[in-house]
């Protein structure tokens, strides 16, 4: 087997910025041999400009929904985009299919090695079955009544059955259009342990669960869906759906998090203390954010309840592009005291625990083989417009 030395003026290890001090060891086939000090690691050094880093890890993504790119106008608000998005959904199968296909290309080009991709239909299957990048399915479902809840639930079992041979659970789209009923069956249903649910999107989705008002209601009007029995909890979104998720060895990604308050997140630990709960990861797609609502979720309180944080590029209905180095640069100007190596695990490391596949991704520790990425540009450690990042193996 052939070995590549690669050093460069930073090595971002997955948990660590170290200097050019450091080689980093792989395979010809990209699994990683070890970090060792430049001075043992002898001829043929592989010397570049920039910050050595593992493969970018998208937690939050719909690549189905890319024909959809540049159609929807931002900054129109939550129900308006949900509205949009719905009422979108008869395009022909071809342009589907090229944008699908178009968008995965994009995602390789941008250094990205593995996706939690949100699944409505099974128009993803063939290109995922080309084995390019690695993917964790999410077969999504919605039904706002209890009695819709075993036909819905059966409905996404057979697409889960589709993408069987592929990593994929049974997710819930969002506390607001699920109900108590069919949240129980995903979390009871066996083998579901990996889970992802979109989280207070909006403020209008805590309005309505505390009030049951605001513009949820005329959102359902406009869909035909009856909330006439629907019971305001008075609680904030997160706090009336999180108690259904109860599997303690499983991992629940909460994406989105805008209208996640501080109130949330110290009842969200007292919660813990009591009762089961997942792994939270808190997965923030600030591109998607901003096309949508112009604001962003409140990054230092997350941070400062500990939250676990990962990123998502969500899809091209609601972003420019399917690049989480881009979601990097747009934090890092909103929150310019966050560190490079702390965005750079949400990026690689945490994202790759969310997804349980921490054994392959997300570190250059041996025997992984996380993909091998060069970001440019990046002066100081800052990340500006001109950064770019592109795979090295
Ligand atoms: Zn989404």
């Known amino acids: 087997m052939h070995y590549r030395k690669f050093v460069a003026d930073h090595l971002f290890t997955g948990r660590r910025m170290l200097d050019d001090q450091y080689a980093l060891i792989a395979r010809s086939d990209g699994e990683i041999e070890g970090i060792i ?9 592989e010397t570049y400009k920039g910050i050595l880093s593992p493969g970018w890890i998208n937690c939050h993504c719909h690549l189905e929904l890319s024909h959809l790119k540049g159609i929807i106008p931002e900054h129109t608000g939550m129900t308006h985009f949900l509205l949009s998005v719905m009422s979108r959904r008869n395009i022909a199968l071809p342009r589907i299919m090229e944008a699908i296909e178009e968008a995965e290309r994009q995602m390789v080009n941008a250094g990205i090695v593995a996706v939690g991709d949100i699944c409505n239909t099974p128009h993803t299957l063939s290109q995922k079955s080309k084995g ?10 919605m039904g706002f009544q209890d009695a819709l809840a075993d036909n819905r639930f059966e409905q996404a079992l057979q697409l889960y059955k589709t993408f069987a041979g592929m990593p994929v659970s049974i997710a819930p789209h969002a506390p607001y259009s699920v109900s108590r009923s069919l949240l129980a069956l995903i979390n009871d249903y066996p083998g579901n342990e990996i889970l992802t649910i979109h989280n207070q999107e909006s403020e209008e989705e805590n309005v309505f669960f505390r009030s049951g008002g605001g513009a949820f209601p005329e959102l359902f009007g406009a869909l035909g869906i009856d909330i006439s029995g629907f019971h305001p909890s008075g609680k904030s979104s997160l706090q009336t759906c999180l108690p259904s998720f ?11 998090n805008v209208a996640t308050s501080a109130e949330d997140l110290q009842w969200t630990a007292h919660y813990r203390l009591r009762y089961p709960l997942p792994e939270l990861y808190w997965c923030l797609c600030p591109g998607a954010n901003q096309y949508i609502q112009g604001r962003l979720p409140d990054i230092d309180l997350l941070l400062s309840n500990g939250c676990k944080l990962t990123l998502g590029s969500d899809s091209l209905a609601s972003n420019h592009r399917l690049d989480i180095l881009e979601e990097l640069k747009t934090i890092q100007r909103h929150f310019p005291h966050i560190t490079l190596a702390d965005l750079l695990q949400w990026a690689t490391l945490n994202g790759a625990e969310a997804l349980h596949i921490q054994d392959r ?9 996380p993909g091998i990425l060069l970001i440019e540009e990046a002066e100081n450690q800052r990340l500006s417009e001109h950064t770019r990042s592109r795979r090295l193996l």
């Open 37 to 45: 000090e430049k001075k043992d690691a002898g001829e043929d050094i």
């Open 132 to 141: 390019n990048l690695v993917y964790h399915n999410f077969v999504e479902t």
């Open 361 to 369: 991704f997300g570190s250059f520790d041996p025997g992984k083989s």
């Open 246 to 256: 109860e599997k303690k060895d499983s991992s629940l990604i909460l994406v989105h």
